[in-house]
């Protein structure tokens, strides 16, 4: 079973950035997409960013230019072993709880929440005006 720990969450005022952090361990499985998720009181859970086991990425129209996602990957196996998403020029509507998570896709990495299955249990990103 797939397991994250998120961190880096935290309070900013806007303009600032933030790095987010996501150790993944514990997969016996081919993992091949991971991404980044948000949630906004009251607002349903939307997509950020994914990428691939080639680093090939994707991202959410509204954030891309400010927000980037990489992978470290464990050198034994090639698969991701640290996902980060680095925030610049943060808003105050980037305010949410930010979630890792995994695809069981072993072939495609789609931009759709529906698609992933395996979810951390989030880290809170505050941005104040």
């Known amino acids: 079973q797939v397991q994250f720990v998120e961190s880096g969450g935290g309070s900013v005022q806007a303009g600032g950035s933030l790095r987010l952090s996501c150790e993944v361990s514990?997969?016996?499985?081919?993992?091949?997409?991971v991404g980044w998720f948000r949630q906004a009181p009251g607002k349903e859970r939307e997509e950020v960013a994914t990428?691939?086991?080639?680093?090939?990425?994707?991202?959410?129209?509204?954030l891309q230019g400010r927000f980037i996602i990489s992978q470290d990957k464990a050198k034994k196996t090639a698969y991701p072993k640290t996902l980060y998403l680095q925030m610049n020029d943060l808003k105050p509507e980037d305010t949410a709880m930010y979630y890792c998570?995994?695809?069981?896709?072993?072939?495609?990495?789609?931009?759709?929440?529906?698609?992933?299955?395996?979810w951390g249990q989030g880290t809170q990103v505050t941005v104040s005006s």
């Open positions: 998570a995994a695809s069981r896709s072993t072939n495609t990495c789609p931009l759709v929440t529906s698609r992933f299955q395996t």
């Open positions: 514990g997969y016996n499985y081919q993992l091949y997409c």
């Open positions: 990428i691939d086991n080639y680093d090939r990425t994707q991202y959410a129209r509204n």
